[in-house]
């Protein structure tokens, strides 16, 4: 472990030529981001999981009561230990050859079986009120987590992200930014165990390890600056979709449709073309003015962004398909609505369509 703990802190990993840890000491009103400052972050995410058990019992559910959002009790299933052994360890959907052996062992129809099972299979799907409550927490947690990012001269001058590097204060707002999104995405990961169980779950495992680790390394290596500025990108689009979801539980389709709709704009301007043209462009072109032999953590921090564009463009895809069959969706509806108009009015004039077909 000694011998790791001097090879990850290496100097030539994390910052340029003749840079050294000594030089990162606070003086002369330069303050610098310090690893150990991280740490802080675990006692922060179980303050925003009580901040959220919280908001879910005295702000989401009367919130989805005014929605119309209401909490469907599911019929528990009569304890049997043979029955929750099987579908534990074998199968949740038994076959019919396995239901008749398992009425024979339980002595029951195979009709109660079945019965069983069902109710044991609706007690793993969230209801929609659990997920509004989660839904609730996130999309609170991104529109904060957005305020914080500060209007400074690098939000609008990407230039200015390079300028006096390594050698850059590090502001209150930029602290607890980054203390805030390291946090929240820590709390997400302890309740991922009691969340509702999603299909891609491992995933979010890896995704929220991967963003504690980038943002992380960007923090320990002063790249707080560009850091930010990935974080903001990332968190301006997110809140629509949480919106969205919010409005799509409570049915409000015409408002879940309009939002969904934000969200896309916001996601293909800030994750197709800002990202790549402007974060991107930051970190793998413009050091090179400042520094003519890039650190390792250029390569590092540069492959991981890459990597994340890639799941950018594939995101997209998806949304581009979903926006796609909406579109269309939308049309054949009206081109039907226009279609069964004309049928109730020719059938007012006694005219038929077949009829109507053939004088066209």
Request: proline fraction near 4%; charge should be positive; charged fraction near 15%.
């Amino acid at each position: 472990l000694y011998w790791l703990g001097l090879w990850f802190w290496w100097e030539n990993i994390w910052m340029p030529v003749n840079v050294t840890w000594a030089h990162f000491v606070d003086r002369d009103g330069l303050v610098f981001p310090k690893p150990h400052q991280l740490y802080a972050t675990i006692p922060y995410a179980f303050v925003l999981l009580i901040i959220r058990f919280c908001s879910e019992r005295y702000v989401a559910i009367p919130l989805a009561k005014a929605l119309g959002i209401k909490n469907v009790r599911r019929v528990k299933p009569q304890p049997n230990p043979v029955l929750e052994s099987y579908f534990r360890e074998c199968s949740k959907h038994p076959s019919q050859s396995e239901i008749q052996g398992l009425a024979k062992k339980c002595n029951c129809t195979a009709h109660l079986v079945e019965k069983w099972f069902r109710r044991r299979r609706n007690l793993e799907i969230p209801t929609v009120l659990r997920k509004f409550q989660e839904t609730t927490y996130c999309c609170s947690a991104d529109r904060s987590l957005n305020h914080l990012s500060s209007q400074k001269p690098w939000f609008y001058d990407i230039w200015q992200t390079w300028v006096g590097y390594p050698f850059q204060t590090l502001l209150p707002s930029q602290y607890w930014y980054y203390m805030a999104e390291i946090s929240f995405y820590w709390s997400l990961l302890f309740t991922l165990g009691i969340d509702n169980k999603r299909k891609d779950f491992l995933a979010h495992v890896v995704h929220h390890l991967a963003a504690i680790g980038l943002m992380s390394g960007s923090w320990c290596g002063n790249y707080v600056r560009l850091g930010t500025l990935v974080m903001f990108v990332h968190d301006t689009a997110d809140f629509w979709l949480e919106a969205a979801k919010m409005f799509n539980y409570a049915h409000w389709e015409k408002t879940c449709n309009t939002l969904f709709i934000i969200f896309s704009i916001a996601f293909f301007i800030t994750r197709i073309i800002l990202f790549p043209f402007w974060i991107l462009r930051a970190t793998l072109y413009q050091p090179t003015y400042y520094s003519t032999t890039p650190v390792i953590a250029y390569f590092l921090f540069n492959g991981q962004l890459l990597i994340l564009q890639g799941l950018h463009l594939y995101w997209g895809y998806l949304i581009f398909k979903i926006l796609r069959r909406f579109i269309f969706l939308k049309v054949s509806n009206f081109a039907s609505a226009e279609r069964c108009e004309t049928q109730v009015v020719l059938l007012k004039n006694g005219i038929s369509f077949e009829d109507q077909d053939a004088k066209t």
